[in-house]
């Protein structure tokens, strides 16, 4: 409890005025389901109340709608590029007040000490940000990651500040399997909440899974898999991210007598689309704008997740919670117009009133990429025959289909043919120096005359490159090694080279929002001229290439993955 009930109490009693009321409001109500017309109460950051009430200090909100803070169930910080006071204050000015972050990408990477990097540096926001401790790291023995986390570590971690309950269960095989580390893990999380990552699990696999402790999923692309597992009690996070768009296919299954199970989520959100579409608010104004009642939109964005993951000061307007607000024109447009974080306004108009000053806690200090000197017979395919195995590239969604393409051949080597749209793609080790390098082919991203190379590669961030030319794959693998990761474009076209650096973990900067925006479109626009698809954006795309845990076909630095068998292909 963060405040004292006594002080709360006497303002509720009118026995004193409030600090803070805002006055005139039309109030969602997510309980009752209905709009209240009044003042909000605001005492020690806390709500008092709705009704009539005198104060030291009011705002007239002229009778403008306000609405709970809203909640992302479940998101990646590291994913928009920032580190978190920067995406704090980007996601605050869009009415997120709160998120369930899993910091499993740094954690591939730094280990415990990214982990409680994040923890510290996500303090004093104006944004409660919630740990859910990483299951998998590494996500599998496919891949080679740069730390691991174990039982004792996850038992360790939480009992620390900030960390909330077991972040997303992705190896479902090993839980299945009763395989003991992985079962070790659910029994370190004790009864903590632990998430989901059911990607295609049905029957009675998906009910041993939900059996093992599991209660939320975000992985759902179809509303039959959301049904099912709202039949097993499970909640289901709506994921809206950039690379990862479900909420179309899924809404469907929300109807008015399950809805309280259904949450919204970003996962991987880009910086540049949180910053041109939105947030949370972005989902709720899809939602409504697809047919979903607007009342159901908020609760699912508020109330819902706040139940799921037992935040009993958040998600609602009622005595006692958090005075995290937000203010909207109306529940049709749904855009923000005002932002309060414990009672006090943050934002007007998507721009926070405050910008970031100087990080209290630094980032992790050196250089995350360790690689092994590059080749460029590192990026030769040389296959059984002409016919190969090609990752399909599924435009508004992180899985991939499984494809077989004939390809051309020179000195026994493998050639893309001319006009096919497929390129060469390579995972390059860069945590250890193992010198690992595999390479296959890719086919429906469209570039030409180049190659993109990025750090970022879910979940054990290797270095994934794509092009149609190994001395240019080459040249932007090594651009990445000079700036200590991020993001990077070398265009044969023009001979030069493009880089965004992500010196924190090759992940995140803690430049300002504005400026990794203008770098970041710069990127994009690049990529476009040289022929990237409009529907794609190449780096998030890229980055769920190298995970081997979403069907069908992946590449790992070891190797070519069937998602589907589980087992690498040989070919």
Known sequence: MGFKPEKLMKVALKKRKAAMVLKNCRVVNVFSGEIEEGDIALEEGHIVGVGRFDSIEEI?????????????AHVHIESAMVTPRIFASVVAARGTTSVIADPHEIANVLGRRGIEYMARASRDLPLVVHIMVPSCVPATSFETAGAVIDAEDIKALLQQEGMLGLGEMMNYPGILAGAPDVMAKI????????????????????????????STDHECVSAEEAIERLRLGMYVAIREGTAAKNLESLLPAVNRDNWWHFMFCTDDRHLEDIMTEGHIDHCIRKAIGLGLDPMTAVRMATINPA???????QGAIAPGYRGDLVVVDGLESFNVEEVFVLGRSIAKKGRMLEEPGV????????????????GLGDFEIRGKDLRAPVIGVLPGSIETSFEYHEMDEKNGVLIPPPGGDILKIAVVERHRATGNVSAAF????????????????????NIIVVGDDDLLMARAVSALNECGGGYCI????????????????????DRPAAEVRKVLETLLERAREMGVHQEI????????????????????????????SFKFVDW
């Open 442 to 461: 890719i086919r429906g991203l469209g570039l030409k005359c180049g190659a993109i190379a990025s750090s970022v590669a879910h979940d054990s961030h």
């Open 537 to 564: 954006d190449p780096f998030i795309t890229l980055s769920f290439m190298a995970l081997p845990v979403i069907p069908s076909l992946k590449i790992t630095d070891k190797g070519l993955f069937d998602v589907s």
């Open 60 to 72: 007239d909100l002229e009778g403008r709608i306000v609405c709970p803070g809203f909640i992302d």
């Open 187 to 214: 029994t370190a999380a004790g009864e903590r909440i632990i998430d989901g990552h059911g990607a295609g699990l049905s029957g009675d696999s998906l009910g041993a899974y939900r059996l093992a402790g599991i």
């Open 307 to 313: 139940r799921c993951y037992n935040l009993k000061d």
């Open 359 to 374: 990080a209290p806690h630094p980032a992790p200090a050196g250089s995350s990429i360790n690689i092994a000197p590059l």
């Open 490 to 509: 070398a265009d044969g076209r023009k001979g030069d080279v493009l880089r965004l650096p992500l010196p924190v973990a090759g992940l995140m900067t």
